[in-house]
């Protein structure tokens, strides 16, 4: 890790602020993984963002409102959010969500050929869209039109929003994930 792990019990002001909203939201809505280590502090990519609160705290909004009242089935997201860790090769990120996955429904078989790179032929229609618009968006194309309606036409316009903005802040997790060696966790070797 490229970064001090931070001693909640030390901080100050805004990030004892922050730190107090991450832990609620943490405890709310990441379950299965470890985001908390034994001493109360904030592993994975919390740690960054209470150290650089300035950036870390409008990240923290943008997923706490990504994670408040979904348009999108839980599947479909992990899917998304899968393809994204898999293209930034992000450590934590597959951790967590390998785990988060498992329990809204992807079976192992699935989650062993998105994290490999490739579409699981057994994605129902709505998962095989979420990769296939997935895919363009992490590889930094623009989506082709055709996509991009039958996104609209399967998702609506708040869920295809919702998935650009899910891809999107997966790849801001994965980044900094990736740019300050974020590790797993001691029990995150499974």
Known sequence: MRLPQLDHTALTDGRAT?????KQGIE????????????GDLVGPWNPW???????????ELVKALAQKPELDGTVREVAILVTG????S????????HIAESRGLSDDQIRTIISGNRP?????????????????VTGKIVPEFLYRQMID??????????????????????????????????GDD
């Open 18 to 22: 922050l730190y107090a909203d991450m």
């Open 28 to 39: 709310q809505n990441f379950k299965g993984f470890t985001a908390i280590d034994g001493n």
């Open 50 to 60: 209470l150290t650089f609160d300035k950036f870390g705290g409008p990240v923290w």
């Open 86 to 89: 898999a293209h930034f090769h």
């Open 91 to 98: 450590e934590y990120e597959l951790y967590a969500h390998i």
């Open 121 to 137: 032929a057994d994605l129902s229609a709505t998962e095989s869209l979420a990769y296939d618009f997935a895919t363009v968006l």
């Open 154 to 187: 399967m998702f609506g316009q708040g869920g295809t929003a919702e998935l650009i903005y899910l891809v999107g802040l997966y790849c801001m997790v994965s980044t900094t994930l990736n740019g300050f060696k974020v590790p797993l966790p001691e029990d």
